[in-house]
Every structure is written in structure tokens, then in C-alpha cells.
């Protein structure tokens, strides 16, 4: 039967959607793995974002899978002729090669570590199980829609369609309840700026005021520099500007409040983003002070000037 436009991007829909929604729950499923199973020295920066944009792409193609699926399966039914076109068997063959090719994949590496007498931690036998699990399905699938009667929809049919479904939506709950609500997340995201705004103050103190001049500043506003471009940060929700109190010579508080507490896998990645590894700044909720005193060995003053007393 001749192919017409519209069969041809309803089963290239039906292939899109498949696709996107697999690798989403993969991704979705290892970022969940990897939250839950963690292992010593993980970096978690950037786990939540991934989290949220296998989300994103679940909650939308899967349903929008389903739904053209239901169409084709409709169409199928009525023109049972349809079930030869050449879009629908080339689709169907290559979705059962790449599926296969996962399966294959899968189970090499799984072979590999074994051999090599590698760890094998749960963290990896999960991510190894879900690849399979989900190519297999896959690839099961694909497999029984090439063979079946398009105009007899089975018992069997209707419980996969919604074991998988379920499936789904069990990994999309898990997926929002690790990463918080909406609103959890946009506190986060406010603590994260205000512990970037600490470490670009804190840089300014050391590397300009202290190095190049031999002093901390008495007051925040010493760091407004209009030639550098440096403007000096203010809290992201309440643009109020942040607590400083100079101690000692070498010494100086930063304050802020903060609407969630910190993790301390995310707060260590981020400080070794800026370079300061070895510098604490978990917080609570609420107000939370940082204490810092500057090493003159480790931080001289450029030479020929005096450190201030």
C-alpha cells in the first residue's frame, strides 16, 4: 500500500517519542541510582538539573508516544492493509537493530568488568539491569508488533501497555520526590547564587585587597571597582546587600540567609569549582555566618607592601 504523509510522520512521531522517552527514563533511572547509591568522592553538581530535564522530556513524549501509538493502532485496525507499508517495517527494523545493539552492549560491559575482576557495586549492576530491562522490552515489543494481527488488540497488549505505563510513572514520582518540590528547588537554586556571591566577595578580599594592598577592607563597598567591572552582590531574592564584619587584621565574617539547608556533596562541588576546595560552606536555614582567616604564607602580600596592623 502506497505510503501517504501522514502515515509517514505519525510512525516517524511514534519512533521520536520512543526514543526520547527511553533515554529519558535511562537517564532519569541512573540519576536516580546514582543519588541513592553514591559512592565516596562523587561530585552530585548538576544531578538535580539532569534529573529535571529527563523529567521534562518523560512528562511530555511519553504521553505524546502513546497517544500517536493509540492513533496508529486505531488506523492499523481499520486498514489492516497498512501493516506492510515500507515506513512502518523499515521503523520497526531499525528500532529491533538498535535495541538488539543496546542489548549486546549491555551485556559486553557487563562481561568486561567481570573479567577484569573490576567492582562490581550496585550502583553499576542497576544501571546494567535497567539498560537491559528497557532494551528488552524494546526489543520484545517491536517484535511482536511485526507478527501480530493489526485488527486483534490481546489481553496481553493492554496489561504491557499498562505495566510500562505505570512503570513510568512510578520512575517520574521517585524522580520529584528526589529532587523536591517547585518551590524547594527555587531555594536552592537562591542558595546556590548567595554562596557564589560569598565566594566572589571572599575572592575579592584575599586576591585585591589583601594581596594588592596589604589589608581587608572595613567596609564591603572598599570593592566596588567600575574599572574591573566588579559590582558588588546583593541577595538574589531580597537585593539587600550581605553581612561583613572585619575582625582582625587578616581576619572577616560573611553573613547570609539562606531558606534551605546545604548538602554537602553540593556545597563541596561548588567550592571546587571556584578553586577552594578545601573551604566549608554548608549552611543551614536561616542565618549562617562563615569565618575566615587569611594565611599571610599561603596568601603574602605582593612584595615591597606592608601588611596593614
Given at each position: 500500500?502506497?505510503?501517504?504523509?501522514?502515515?509517514?510522520?505519525?510512525?516517524?512521531?511514534?519512533?521520536?517519542?520512543?526514543?526520547?522517552?527511553?533515554?529519558?527514563?535511562?537517564?532519569?533511572?541512573?540519576?536516580?541510582?546514582?543519588?541513592?547509591?553514591?559512592?565516596?568522592?562523587?561530585?552530585?553538581?548538576?544531578?538535580?538539573?539532569?534529573?529535571?530535564?529527563?523529567?521534562?522530556?518523560?512528562?511530555?513524549?511519553?504521553?505524546?508516544?502513546?497517544?500517536?501509538?493509540?492513533?496508529?493502532?486505531?488506523?492499523?485496525?481499520?486498514?489492516?492493509?497498512?501493516?506492510?507499508?515500507?515506513?512502518?517495517?523499515?521503523?520497526?527494523?531499525?528500532?529491533?537493530?538498535?535495541?538488539?545493539?543496546?542489548?549486546?552492549?549491555?551485556?559486553?560491559?557487563?562481561?568486561?568488568?567481570?573479567?577484569?575482576?573490576?567492582?562490581?557495586?550496585?550502583?553499576?549492576?542497576?544501571?546494567?539491569?535497567?539498560?537491559?530491562?528497557?532494551?528488552?522490552?524494546?526489543?520484545?515489543?517491536?517484535?511482536?508488533?511485526?507478527?501480530?494481527?493489526?485488527?486483534?488488540?490481546?489481553?496481553?497488549?493492554?496489561?504491557?501497555?499498562?505495566?510500562?505505563?505505570?512503570?513510568?510513572?512510578?520512575?517520574?514520582?521517585?524522580?520529584?520526590?528526589?529532587?523536591?518540590?517547585?518551590?524547594?528547588?527555587?531555594?536552592?537554586?537562591?542558595?546556590?547564587?548567595?554562596?557564589?556571591?560569598?565566594?566572589?566577595?571572599?575572592?575579592?578580599?584575599?586576591?585585591?585587597?589583601?594581596?594588592?594592598?596589604?589589608?581587608?577592607?572595613?567596609?564591603?563597598?572598599?570593592?566596588?571597582?567600575?574599572?574591573?567591572?566588579?559590582?558588588?552582590?546583593?541577595?538574589?531574592?531580597?537585593?539587600q546587600n550581605y553581612e561583613y564584619k572585619k575582625?582582625?587584621?587578616?581576619?572577616?565574617?560573611?553573613?547570609?540567609?539562606?531558606?534551605?539547608?546545604?548538602?554537602?556533596?553540593?556545597?563541596?562541588?561548588?567550592?571546587?569549582?571556584?578553586?577552594?576546595?578545601?573551604?566549608?560552606?554548608?549552611?543551614?536555614?536561616?542565618?549562617?555566618?562563615?569565618?575566615?582567616?587569611i594565611d599571610d604564607k599561603l596568601y603574602p602580600?605582593?612584595?615591597?607592601?606592608?601588611?596593614?596592623?
Open positions: 500500500m502506497k505510503t501517504t504523509a501522514k502515515d509517514f510522520f505519525l510512525y516517524l512521531g511514534i519512533l521520536i517519542g520512543l526514543y526520547v522517552s527511553s533515554i529519558s527514563f535511562i537517564v532519569l533511572l541512573f540519576q536516580i541510582i546514582n543519588k541513592y547509591f553514591s559512592l565516596p568522592g562523587d561530585m552530585m553538581y548538576g544531578l538535580e538539573g539532569s534529573i529535571r530535564s529527563s523529567l521534562a522530556a518523560l512528562i511530555i513524549f511519553f504521553p505524546a508516544f502513546i497517544y500517536i501509538s493509540f492513533i496508529v493502532g486505531k488506523d492499523l485496525k481499520n486498514f489492516p492493509e497498512k501493516k506492510d507499508m515500507w515506513v512502518r517495517r523499515w521503523l520497526i527494523f531499525l528500532t529491533l537493530f538498535v535495541s538488539g545493539l543496546a542489548i549486546a552492549v549491555d551485556l559486553v560491559t557487563l562481561v568486561y568488568r567481570f573479567l577484569g575482576a573490576e567492582d562490581m557495586t550496585t550502583r553499576f549492576i542497576l544501571k546494567v539491569l535497567v539498560v537491559l530491562t528497557v532494551a528488552i522490552t524494546i526489543f520484545r515489543s517491536c517484535l511482536s508488533d511485526l507478527k501480530r494481527d493489526p485488527t486483534i488488540i490481546t489481553k496481553r497488549m493492554k496489561i504491557s501497555v499498562y505495566t510500562v505505563s505505570a512503570v513510568v510513572i512510578l520512575a517520574v514520582i521517585i524522580g520529584m520526590i528526589a529532587i523536591g518540590s517547585p518551590a524547594k528547588q527555587r531555594a536552592i537554586r537562591m542558595d546556590e547564587q548567595r554562596v557564589s556571591d560569598l565566594m566572589n566577595i571572599q575572592s575579592q578580599i584575599v586576591y585585591t585587597q589583601w594581596q594588592n594592598k596589604g589589608d581587608i577592607p572595613e567596609t564591603l563597598d572598599v570593592l566596588k571597582d567600575p574599572i574591573s567591572n566588579f559590582m558588588l552582590p546583593t541577595d538574589p531574592e531580597t537585593k575582625i582582625t587584621k587578616n581576619s572577616f565574617e560573611l553573613c547570609a540567609n539562606f531558606k534551605s539547608e546545604s548538602k554537602p556533596e553540593k556545597t563541596k562541588s561548588m567550592a571546587y569549582r571556584y578553586g577552594v576546595e578545601s573551604e566549608n560552606w554548608q549552611h543551614g536555614i536561616g542565618r549562617t555566618c562563615f569565618q575566615r582567616t602580600a605582593q612584595k615591597g607592601i606592608p601588611v596593614k596592623f
